[in-house]
């Protein structure tokens, strides 16, 4: 099999059922990944995991090196990254505790390290980001879910804000109009470095809360939390059926 590596964001800092067989502390060009990269056994296949935000949870969206994480996934050697990753929901059937494997990004990031091809010796490179998600992985995710018996909304548009704040309600229905469903802070730029590393990159995104101004009131962490929790072992089965589909 392909090696496969996950990338737990808020709410999956460690792998459920994971047998970890090792742990790799790895310092790249870029600086210090997030975490030790840990290889384990899922289903008696090898994957890597590495936790975006630190374990524990310690590193804000914005300060995240995601060069580094991109740049040691690599060099361990893996090819397919399924990145999980918590989300608000814009669009309707985007209710806390739904799952999306979106197709689109639109970028609201700024200030991020967000490429490789930066030094003035490179080749001027242009990745081609028409299609930001592998759609082989994509849609091996969705058929994961089925044989998971989990519902999720099999595309969508992610819009990638910088945080680490949440978003003003006007800020959300502008990115209603510009056709946003989800809002997170991670997926960029960590998408478009894996593909300059030509490795294949698909999001589970879960959904964490309805995004500002969707519902009466604030948005509180304990609401986050608790829908997280249900998400993120929805995410894990996906995960599951996913290694289990492709073992086979
Ligand atoms: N906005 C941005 N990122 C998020 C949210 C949100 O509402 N929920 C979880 N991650």
Same mark, same amino acid.
């Given at each position: 099999?392909? !090696? /496969?590596?996950? =990338?737990g964001g808020t709410g999956l800092t460690q792998m459920p059922d994971l047998k970890i067989i090792k742990r790799d502390q790895i310092t790249t060009p870029y600086g210090s990944p997030s975490? #030790?990269?840990?290889?384990?056994? /899922? +289903?008696?296949? #090898?994957?890597? &995991?590495?936790?975006?935000?630190? $374990? @524990?949870?310690s590193i804000p969206p914005h300060k995240i090196n995601y060069r580094a994480n991109i740049w040691g996934l690599k060099e361990l050697g893996v090819e397919e990254v399924i990145a999980v990753a918590a989300v608000g929901g814009?669009? #309707?059937?985007?209710? @806390?505790?739904? =799952?999306?494997i979106p197709d689109q990004i639109i970028d609201y990031t700024y200030g991020r390290n967000h490429t490789f091809f930066e030094d003035d010796n490179d080749a001027v490179t242009h990745i081609d980001f028409t299609y930001p998600y592998s759609? !082989?992985?994509?849609?091996?995710?969705?058929?994961?879910?089925?044989?998971? +018996?989990?519902?999720?909304?099999?595309?969508?548009?992610?819009?990638? !804000?910088?945080? @680490?704040?949440?978003?003003t309600s006007a800020e959300i229905r502008r990115m209603e109009r510009d056709g946003c469903d989800l809002v997170g802070m991670t997926g960029m730029p960590e *998408?478009?470095?894996?593909?300059?590393? $030509?490795?294949?990159?698909?999001?589970?995104?879960?959904?964490? +809360?309805? *995004?500002?101004?969707?519902? #009466?009131?604030?948005i509180t962490m304990a609401e986050i939390e608790q829908h997280l929790h249900?998400?993120?072992? $929805?995410?894990?089965?996906?995960?599951?059926? &996913? =290694?289990?589909?492709?073992? +086979?």
């Open positions: 099999m392909t !090696k /496969l590596a996950i =990338i975490a #030790e990269y840990i290889t384990g056994e /899922l +289903n008696h296949t #090898e994957v890597v &995991f590495l936790a975006r935000h630190g $374990n @524990p949870h814009i669009a #309707e059937d985007m209710a @806390p505790a739904h =799952i999306a759609q !082989k992985l994509r849609s091996r995710l969705i058929t994961a879910a089925a044989q998971a +018996n989990i519902k999720i909304t099999p595309l969508g548009t992610y819009g990638c !804000k910088q945080g @680490p704040r949440l978003e *998408a478009a470095l894996a593909k300059e590393l $030509n490795m294949d990159y698909a999001t589970i995104a879960v959904v964490a +809360n309805w *995004a500002a101004g969707k519902t #009466e009131g604030e249900k998400g993120m072992a $929805n995410a894990a089965e996906i995960v599951k059926a &996913f =290694i289990a589909l492709s073992s +086979n």
